[in-house]
């Protein structure tokens, strides 16, 4: 593939990313397609993490204007923003001063994952590696 781009450091080649999409697709049971439509995410949606089962499913608020919501977001900072095309889901957030860390000025800070969908109501985004695997269940929209 002579297009490839990685998303990360962990994303090295074509062939890598499909070994990883192929064990992912296997850890879930599940079969995975690219994206139909960049608004598919818009909607309400379950996030949960396949690998830590223990943690509680929270919900994440895809609008149609490319930002999301969270229960962590907050109104005295920038909105999150999304991104999705056919095979990824970019996430833009923004981290306030920590002047605690001499961190003075916020900033932006952008995520990269590769995505696919099993079906129209469950989506699943995952690192270079597969070591991070988010999976949204449609609860609305």
């Known amino acids: 593939m ?7 450091q962990k994303d ?4 890598y990313r499909a070994l990883v999409r192929d064990g992912i697709a296997k850890s879930l ?5 690219d994206l139909s439509d960049p608004d598919i995410l818009v909607g309400e949606w379950e996030h949960t ?7 509680k ?3 994440i608020t895809f609008r149609p204007d490319g930002t999301f919501k969270t ?3 907050r109104d005295d900072i920038p ?11 970019v996430q833009t957030t923004w981290c306030p001063p920590m002047p605690e860390y001499d961190i003075e000025e916020g900033f932006w800070t952008q ?7 099993i079906d129209r109501d469950r989506v699943v985004v995952w690192n270079g590696d597969g070591s991070v695997v988010w999976l949204f269940t449609r609860k609305s929209g």
Do not use: H
């Open 79 to 89: 909105v999150p923003k999304w991104e999705v095309t056919t095979q990824t889901y």
């Open 71 to 73: 229960p962590a977001s």
């Open 2 to 8: 002579d297009d490839f781009v990685p998303i990360d």
């Open 57 to 59: 499913p929270t919900t």
């Open 29 to 33: 049971g599940v079969t995975l397609n």
């Open 49 to 55: 993490i396949p690998q830590m089962p223990e943690r």
């Open 12 to 15: 090295s080649d074509a062939e």
């Open 111 to 117: 995520d990269a994952f590769l995505c696919a969908m």
